[in-house]
């Protein structure tokens, strides 16, 4: 015999959350690599768009990262422009999303999020690691750690956001 569910509670039920968390480290293998590649390249004078990244240190993760021109006045950061998205990316955003500002791919909610923890980076020139659960009521259906940088563009006039995004498979999830 089936229970009668009221359509709401089923409805809710169903409705995919993104619980975020920051963490000291990055724990995924291959963020773990970004973020150690990154620290040593701002060591010998700064990670620098088109020289470090594409490269082949990173070639292996290169469809998990994303390229975020900051909009607006340095220190008043509005909106981040896409420069380029892995795979991955274009899987979770819905397609290529290259030349798009992320106003224009999250509701306002997450943009606003989205852009105070740029803006936090840039602001602080360090580093950001979190991780991610997608959970649909109680069950945590996949797990992924975020690693947002900052950059310097290609002519090192202006700081950038290179963030990775990595999904741990089932057995890895922590």
């Not at 004078?45 to 490269?55: E, Q, T």
């Not at 999250?106 to 959970?135: G, K, T």
């Amino acid at each position: 015999m089936s229970k009668n569910i009221p359509a709401r509670s089923y409805a809710d039920s169903q409705v995919l959350r993104e619980m975020f968390k920051q963490v000291a480290e990055p724990a995924h293998p291959d963020g773990t690599m970004l973020a150690d590649f990154w620290r040593k390249r701002e060591a010998a004078g700064g990670f620098v768009v088109c020289r470090d990244v594409p490269s082949r240190p990173l070639a292996c993760v290169l469809h998990n990262l994303l390229l975020l021109e900051p909009v607006g006045a340095p220190g008043h950061l509005s909106d981040l422009r896409v420069k380029l998205a892995g795979d991955t990316l274009h899987q979770r955003l819905g397609g290529n999303t290259a030349g798009m500002l992320l106003s224009e791919l999250f509701s306002r909610r997450d943009f606003e999020s989205h852009i105070a923890r740029a803006a936090d980076v840039l602001d602080r020139n360090a580093p950001y690691f979190m991780r991610c659960e997608l959970r649909r009521a109680s069950f945590v259906e996949r797990q992924l750690e975020i690693i947002v940088l900052p950059v310097w563009n290609a002519s090192r006039s202006a700081r950038w956001i290179l963030a990775g995004v990595f999904y741990f498979n089932p057995r890895q999830q922590r």
